[in-house]
């Protein structure tokens, strides 16, 4: 409480944009840390961990789930979630290969076009479905989780794409690197900034968080509610449909099970990553650190050669320690608020 | 002045299911005039606010925007148009900044994106013309309710509208912010924009406002000119007959202590507060808006913990941080905010009444639907409760009616102490007095009561005792003989020593 009225005019405090701020950069630079001590531990243990070959794997293996999570993010911070996004990938991925492999010729950047339009459909249909059916997430996005996947059953017929029926060029895309850096990963980087931007400094970026934090306030401040849903599910299948063609280009067969299962990394990265599940906060850095300090923790334990049965839990253990350490930071910042406004104010 | 209005309603009705809660209204608002809508609560005040600023469309009858019949498909379109809101309920966006809160969907753009040095400095100009003191980059998760209201009033002002509509702005706010936001208001009338200003307290209405129309359960009552009416006329035009005034508290004989609070200390909160409150005995916490009265209230029963000292209850001391502990020693605490702290906004009036006292409920190992729903009955008859069906969430409830499911949430447990925060923030003048009378009886049967209240009149109205608070300190404790809207100002602003 501020006893403004007893008061004269003071300049306005400053305190609070540095905590927030300070907040929002602990939770990434905890997972930097959180990082940095894995690859010391490991390196130390397996040198062949640092490898530059080892290295540009994590990366590989990063960027895909990197990207959906940050398209997740984007759902996540309207207080919605999108679980079919594995489904979304899994289509665009046979679908971008059948095409490629049926068509010899097609130009390559038209493919990759096709294959986010196609993405873009399916976020739209989970569009309609939560912001103008007022279905909830959860249950319309677990729906077309099955649908999209049925769809994708459908077309294969049991059929699979193999590497040797794909063109060269396109292949190319998944093992090329520039400057020694996978363009998978590149391409990954490119989008993270690009949306991070946006949501930092466009009023559809600012609105979105608005709507996650308050709904009911959203629609009095005579925010596009509905509209700017639908967009963040667009967005989110658009870029799951380009992580479709990326995961095509990366490992070259292709068959109707791609990615199953996969949404549930993404959320995991989302959540580690400092994105609060019940909106309105976190950003996509955030999550694309999660994804890759997730990546990171699967590659280690393959090199120490731990259990892959033991990598799953690890991850749990690891969701539930980025949840406490949320919980954690939350109260300190209550806490932190208080007692600043008492001394502000005295 | 018999212009065109700028914004009108004319024969507008609105009913949600068989709730007819607003019925054939007109209102005119001109340029260059407050208008002040009156009435008790439930009777469609905020309802109409809300036909204003197109979140309801109204069932029938029509909104006319310089003379022309217009339709607001929902607030963006009442936005463009120039209407600006302050809602009765804070609507923030708990996780942004107090200046993102301000200028969500109308912030100033740069070349690139927004432009947040822009943004940040007219927020802070904001908050200096309104005389706050907020750090615009502080998140609005946390502030008090006063502070949540002036965010509000920032951002209806930041608006520049034509039309600033004011649900119960002041509802919250001390005599200093309340004269503040008075003179932002003057000021825009001088600048010819239209306001429309709710309140129950009528010496407000009286000071800011040139024309008043009433509302009595959803239909027009009146339309005058402020200056033709007395305060009296406008309570009879409300209330629809004669009222008492202030119901003053009858004397009762304090018998032994059943609140002690000894040196209870918070850090960064409160320091050092002790006093007690024997039965029968009505004893007033005073002070301004942020003095730590509330604070002291939620350590006392036990929400938050307390750093240092001790609370007894008859004689036995409490277990800090355990509002289980307070409960079961017989206190009772009806908090200010009460949507947040009060209420479980989505459950039934009648399950709401009983959740504070469900062991009396119980038949056994279950609880009575039949007790409850009578219990509930009572209680709604006895505070004039304005509903539907006791079945209705509460939520769809006017602002005052659920304020008086709070209290009688908490006084249908019978406790040996209460502690009542701002009873009567948003209860309309004829509950009010039915509000203190209750007290007054409580206190009659050995009560305990302890009343938070910024409003003097009620203070020195119901108290036996007052004390005052200031910046986190008790100041001063004060006879009801003593008791003078000065020598409380006094104490509450600091100008004597304890
Ligand atoms: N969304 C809703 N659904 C059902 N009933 C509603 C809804 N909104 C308001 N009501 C009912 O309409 C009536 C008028 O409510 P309104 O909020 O306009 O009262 P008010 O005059 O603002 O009262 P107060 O002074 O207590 O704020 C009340 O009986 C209320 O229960
Ligand atoms: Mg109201």
Known sequence: MTATATRPERITRNGGRRLVDLVARVRELGILAALAALFGVTGAVNPSFLTYGSLRDILLNTAIVAMLAVGQTLVVITRNVDLSVSSVVGLSAFG??????????????????????????????????????????????????????GIDYAVAGGRQVNAADMPDGFLSLGTRSVLGVPLLALVALAVLLVVGWMLRNLRSGRELYAIGSNPEAAVLAGIQVRRRIMAAFVANGALAGLAGVMWAARFGTVDATVATGKELDVIAAVVVGGVAIFGGSGTVYGAALGALLLASITSALAVLRVDALAQTAINGALLIAAIVLDRLLALRVAAALRRRRFHDDN | MEDTPVLALSGVSKAFGAVRAVRDVSLELYAGEVHALAGENGAGKSTLVKILSGVHRPDTGQILLDGAPVEFAGPADAQQAGVAVIYQEPTLFPDLSVTENIFMGRQPRARLGIDRRAMRASAAELFTRLGVQLDPDQPARGLSI??????????????????????????????????????????????????????????????????????????????????????????????????????????????EVALSVRRLTREGVFTDVSFEVRRGEIVALAGLVGAGRSEVARAVFGIDRWDAGSVEVDGKRLRPASPTAAMAAGLALVPEDRRQQGLVMDLSIERNIGLAGLAALHRGPLISRLAERQRAKDWAVRLQLKFARLTDPVNVLSGGNQQKVVLAKWLARKPSVIIVDEPTRGIDVGTKAEVHRLLSELAGTGVAVLMISSELPEVLGMADRVLVMHEGRLVAEIDRADATEESVMAAATGRTAA
């Open chain 2, 146 to 255: 006063a502070d949540q209201q002036l965010v509000e009033i920032a951002k209806a002002l930041s608006r520049q509208a034509r039309v600033l509509i004011m649900d119960e702005p002041t509802a919250a706010l001390s005599g200093k912010e309340v004269a503040r936001l008075f003179g932002v208001a003057k000021a825009l009338r001088e600048q010819g924009c239209a306001l429309l200003f709710i309140s129950h307290r009528l010496e407000e209405m009286f000071e800011l406002c040139q024309r008043v129309t009433t509302l009595r359960d959803g239909a027009f009552v009146a339309s005058d000119m402020i200056a033709d009416i007395t305060p009296d006329d406008l309570v009879r035009r409300m209330v629809g007959r004669e009222l008492d005034a202030l119901f003053p508290k009858q004397e009762t004989t304090a018998g």
């Open chain 1, 96 to 149: 971008g290969a059948l095409v490629l492999a049926d068509n010899p010729g097609v130009p390559i950047p038209l493919v990759i076009a096709g294959c986010v339009a196609l993405g873009a459909a399916c976020g739209a249909v989970n569009g309609l479905l939560v912001g103008a059916a007022k279905v909830p997430a959860l249950v319309a996005t677990l729906g077309t989780l099955y649908a999209f996947r």
